[in-house]
C-alpha cells in the first residue's frame, strides 16, 4: 500500500543534497549550534516575516519556551481548541496553566465565539492552532484578546508554508510555536521546532529558557530547561528549504484533485478554507457519517487513511481532573461530532493522488 507520507520518495529526490549537507555537518565537527543553526534561524525568520527565530529541540518544547516566556504562572488559565494534537494543552499543563477547552467550526479550527465563553478572571491567554494547515480566525481572536487583555499564541506546527490576507502562518500572533516533525509539510529527518516573535524582549526570554535560564550576562538568572536543535536537522532543513515552494504548490494541486472528486459525493465533506486564507494542507482532513463503512472501502481499495483526531482533549483522561474540563466537554459537539466523522487522506508531494482518485472513485 502506498505510505501515507511517502517520506522515501521525498529522501531519494534530494538525496545527493541531504547527503552532501549531513557529512558537511559531520566533518566540520560542529554538531551543537553552529552555522547551519543560524542559517536555518535566518531563513526561517525570513520566511515567516518576524524579526527573531529561535529553534528548538521539538513543537512540544516550543509551546513550553513561548508559554515561559508569556509569563504563564501556576493556575493561569488558557483557553484551547478541544479538538488538536494533546501537545497543544500538554504544554499549558506543564507549565503549571489550566487549559479549558473551546468548541472548534466546521472549518476545524477554534471557534471565537466559544473562546469568548470560556473567558474568566483566571484566563490569561489563547492558544490558536492552525490546523490541517490552515490559520485560525485571527481578526476575531485578536479582537476578543484585546477586549479582555489576554495573549495570543499561534500554534503553528501545522501551518508553515500557509497565509491569512497575505501574512506568513507564524506571524500572525504575538508569538509562534511550530514543529517540523518529519510528517509536517516542511519536516526534518528527526525533532525539531522553533518559536517565532518580533517582540525582542520574548525572544531573549525564549533563547535564555531553552539555555538553562543562562542571560545575557553569563549568569544563570532564572531556572530553564535544554531545548536545541540539532545542527544535522537544521543541515537538512536547509537543503529541503529549496524545493518547499514546489512541494507547497503540488499539495494545493493535490487538494484540487480532492476537491473535485468530492464535490460528486456530497456525503463527504471536503475542507472549508476561510477567505484570504491560503492552506498549506499538512493533512487533507473530510468528514462523513458513514466513515467506518468508507474506511473498509479505502482500505480494499489500497488507500492508506489516517484518523486525526480520535478524541476531543476533554475526553482525554489526564484532563479530567480539571474542574472545568467536565462542562467544556458538554458543550463542545463539533469537537466530539467530528471526532466521530473525520479522516485524511495522502496529500505529500510525493504522493499520487491523481491515482489515490480513481481508487476512491472505483470504491464510492
Known sequence: ????????????????????????????????????????????????????????????????LALCALGLKPGDEVIVPDFTFVATADAVVLQGGIPRFADIGDDFLISPSSVESRISPKTVGIIAVDLFGQCAHYEELKRIADKHGLWILEDAAQS?????????????????????????????????????????DLAERVQSFA????????????VGTNSRLDAIQAAILNAKRKHFA????????????????????????????????????????????????LLQKLSQAEVPTRIYYSRPLSA?????????????????????????????????????????????????
Open 1 to 64: 500500500m502506498t505510505p501515507f507520507v511517502n517520506l522515501s520518495a521525498q529522501y531519494k529526490a534530494y538525496k545527493e543534497e541531504i547527503d552532501l549537507a549531513i557529512i558537511s555537518v559531520l566533518e566540520s565537527g560542529n554538531l551543537i549550534g553552529g552555522t547551519e543553526v543560524q542559517e536555518f534561524e535566518r531563513n526561517l525568520a525570513e520566511d515567516t516575516g518576524v524579526s527573531f527565530a529561535h529553534s528548538c529541540a521539538s513543537g512540544t518544547s516550543a509551546l513550553c
Open 160 to 200: 508553515i508554508g500557509a497565509s491569512q490576507n497575505g501574512k506568513p502562518a507564524g506571524s500572525l500572533a504575538t508569538i509562534a510555536a511550530t514543529s517540523f516533525y518529519p510528517t509536517k509539510p516542511f519536516g526534518a529527518y528527526g525533532d525539531a521546532g522553533a518559536v517565532l516573535t518580533s517582540e525582542k
Open 246 to 293: 514546489a512541494e507547497r504548490s503540488i499539495r494545493q494541486k493535490n487538494a484540487s484533485i480532492y476537491n473535485e472528486l468530492f464535490s460528486a459525493f456530497p456525503d463527504v465533506h471536503t475542507p472549508s478554507i476561510l477567505s484570504g486564507n491560503s492552506s498549506i494542507y499538512a493533512q487533507y482532513a473530510v468528514t462523513a457519517k458513514n466513515r467506518e463503512i
Open 316 to 364: 482525554e483522561p489526564c484532563f479530567a481532573h480539571f474542574e472545568h474540563t467536565p462542562e467544556d466537554a458538554r458543550s463542545n459537539v463539533n469537537a466530539y461530532r467530528i471526532s466521530q466523522e473525520i479522516f485524511c487522506l495522502p496529500i505529500d508531494a510525493f504522493s499520487d493522488v491523481s491515482v489515490l482518485a480513481q481508487k476512491i472513485k472505483s470504491v464510492l
Open 211 to 222: 539555555s538553562h535560564g543562562r542571560g545575557r550576562n553569563g549568569l544563570y538568572t532564572s
